[in-house]
């Protein structure tokens, strides 16, 4: 009688030990692409900011942080166009930090109808337009083998500044994007 006291306290206890344990299990993880989401949120808005910087001193700063966030943030890509305008003219900046080359095609209602080119990647390219009244931008660009456009619409009678960006970070095989215009007004 005791032997068999003796085998079922020790079958409870292993039951017991058991249930305990499965109460001690992780919880589940969140997936890396919905906790990377708010870091995105961050990175774009340094990209707001720093547009606003460059159209204090009309220098590109955006290719400075997408070099920036490129070297320090894993995952990290950007496409990105700089328009500074002025009363009846334009300068547009594409910069590419893809880790691939894109070609761009360039239309627009302005003097010079399309404008073209390859960018390598971690580079930029500039075009100078002449405009009146308002501007109808359309950015073409190719990478492996897919096309995306990205339409921007602006008045050339005034001074401003329009940043376009297009960001992501790749995480457990997922690419989270997210794209944004900014515009300043001087």
Same mark, same amino acid.
């Given at each position: +009688?005791?032997?068999?006291?003796? $085998?079922?306290?020790?079958?409870?206890?292993?039951?017991?030990?058991?249930?305990?344990?499965?109460?001690?299990?992780? +919880?589940?993880?969140?997936? +890396?692409?919905?906790?990377?989401?708010?870091?995105?949120?961050?990175?774009?808005?340094?990209?707001?900011?720093?547009?606003?910087?460059? /159209?204090?001193?009309?220098?590109?700063?955006?290719?400075?942080?997408?070099?920036?966030?490129?070297?320090?943030?894993?995952?990290?890509?950007?496409?990105?166009?700089? $328009?500074?305008?002025?009363?009846?003219?334009?300068?547009?900046?594409?910069?590419?930090?893809?880790?691939?080359?894109?070609?761009? $095609?360039?239309?627009?209602?302005?003097?010079? /109808?399309?404008?073209?080119?390859?960018?390598?990647?971690?580079? /930029?390219?500039?075009?100078?337009?002449?405009?009146?009244?308002?501007?109808?931008?359309?950015?073409?660009?190719? $990478?492996?083998?897919?096309?995306?456009?990205?339409?921007?619409?602006?008045?050339?009678?005034?001074?401003?500044?329009?940043?376009?960006?297009?960001?992501?970070?790749?995480?457990?095989?997922?690419?989270?994007?997210? /794209?944004?215009?900014?515009?300043?007004?001087?």
């Amino acid at each position: +009688m005791k032997g068999q006291i003796f $085998i079922a306290g020790a079958a409870l206890l292993v039951v017991l030990l058991a249930l305990i344990a499965t109460s001690f299990a992780p +919880m589940p993880a969140i997936p +890396m692409a919905i906790s990377i989401a708010p870091q995105l949120d961050n990175l774009a808005q340094e990209y707001r900011y720093t547009t606003g910087l460059s /159209s204090i001193d009309k220098t590109d700063h955006l290719d400075e942080l997408s070099v920036y966030f490129r070297n320090n943030v894993q995952g990290f890509d950007a496409v990105y166009a700089l $328009i500074t305008a002025t009363p009846g003219a334009y300068d547009l900046i594409i910069g590419n930090f893809l880790r691939n080359p894109i070609t761009v $095609i360039i239309t627009t209602n302005s003097d010079s /109808s399309t404008a073209s080119g390859a960018i390598a990647d971690k580079e /930029s390219k500039s075009w100078n337009f002449g405009a009146t009244d308002n501007v109808q931008l359309t950015i073409n660009y190719t $990478i492996q083998n897919s096309t995306y456009t990205k339409s921007l619409v602006f008045a050339a009678d005034r001074n401003q500044t329009i940043g376009w960006f297009d960001i992501g970070i790749a995480v457990d095989r997922n690419n989270i994007r997210q /794209s944004d215009t900014w515009n300043v007004t001087e």
